[in-house]
């Protein structure tokens, strides 16, 4: 018997889906991508054609320029060649999917970037049983748990009301995180104006006008330092510690990011509020949805791969690591 998903052929630089003639996610120009989601690593410029959800498509027509586009809609399905390619949510950032391909009574699950916990922002996670889910494993060491985002952002709430005199400047990355950051202190009840820095400003309104309500967004150019006093102002991450950020009133420099729970890389970044809010799964959901879905095989793409690895071997699930390049570590998302 051919081996379990000899179909799919993981290279360098995407893994390619042999009877499709299609690569998923591919970090280089190819004829036809598959994209699992709108980050830069992910989605690059440049493909003849491109199969992605609308909101991905969107996102990409934002940041490289009109695609020459093939939108699937969550639930519905294409056919290239003899594959079956389906999008399913992937519970990461507005428009994330996970690209389900069927071939020859096989079914591979590529997860792209993902995780389990609720975002106001965009679609949940959808498990799909399979033979084989390829998973990322941006937090897969046991000492990557994620706290509650709700208690997070309810710091970040408390010490905005006790810093007199001071703002509170928020580092996120500008595709998901910002936005995500901004409904859940919606959510938590902050109904303030929220201002941001003029590199959120497109995506912003892109998520807004995709369905997803922010409340009130001001542009921090043209605030007086006044005005600024006791407001949340949401900005690049690279942003948080240059010049820009002079003009604002006396900032508690925060962060929003899974990575803040290392303490170095928060002191680094001179980060006096670390908030661990993160759009990857963390340890316990990198392993639950494994269990979850049960497939026969699981393949690792990127991140921290060795304990993942590790824990399927003792839990009898086949596992392989792909070795791909060009993957971030994400840092800033
Ligand atoms: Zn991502
Ligand atoms: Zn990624």
């Known amino acids: 018997m051919a081996r ?23 970090s280089q120009p190819k004829e036809r991508a598959l994209v699992t989601h709108g980050h830069a690593d992910h989605a690059r410029g440049g493909h003849k054609a491109v199969w992605a959800t609308p909101e991905t498509l969107a996102i990409m027509d934002v940041r490289y320029g009109q695609q020459c586009a093939n939108p699937v809609a969550y639930g519905e399905t294409v056919r290239l060649g003899e594959v079956e390619i ?12 996970q690209i389900v391909l069927d071939y020859r009574g096989e079914r591979v ?21 399979c033979d084989i889910f390829i998973t990322e494993a ?26 007199e005199g001071r703002c509170v400047l928020v580092g996120a990355y500008a595709l998901g995180k910002a936005q995500r950051v901004i409904a ?22 892109l998520y807004e006008d995709l369905g997803v309500p922010l ?11 006044a005005e600024l006093v006791g407001r949340v102002i949401i900005c690049p991450p690279s942003a948080l510690n240059d010049r820009w950020s002079r003009r604002l009133p006396d900032p508690v420099t925060a962060m929003a990011s899974g990575w803040m729970r290392v303490r170095q890389r928060a002191r680094q970044k001179n980060v006096e509020l670390p908030l661990v809010i993160s759009d990857h799964a963390d340890w316990d959901e990198l392993t639950q949805t494994i269990r979850d879905i049960a497939p ?3 393949w690792i793409t990127h991140g921290r791969e060795d304990a993942l690895m590790h824990w399927c071997m003792l839990h009898q699930v086949k596992a392989r690591e792909l070795n791909l390049v060009g993957y971030e570590d994400e840092e800033e998302e």
């Open 138 to 163: 941006t937090f897969g060491l046991p000492v990557f748990r994620h706290p509650d985002t709700g208690a997070e952002i309810d710091r970040l709430l408390h010490r905005l009301r006790h810093e």
């Open 86 to 97: 389906g999008f399913v949510p992937a519970g990461h950032v507005l428009g994330s999917a």
């Open 296 to 298: 026969k095989e699981v």
């Open 215 to 225: 409340g009130e967004l001001r542009p921090v150019a043209g605030a007086t330092k």
């Open 4 to 26: 379990l998903g000899n179909w799919i052929e993981p290279f360098p630089e995407g893994i390619y889906v042999k009877p499709a003639d299609a690569w998923v996610d591919p």
């Open 184 to 205: 859940e202190l919606r959510l938590r009840g902050h109904h303030e104006p929220i201002y941001y820095h003029g590199a959120m400003e497109r995506l912003c309104r």
């Open 109 to 129: 699950v590529v997860s792209g970037d993902y995780k389990r916990r609720p975002d106001p922002t965009c679609a949940p996670f959808v498990v799909v049983p």
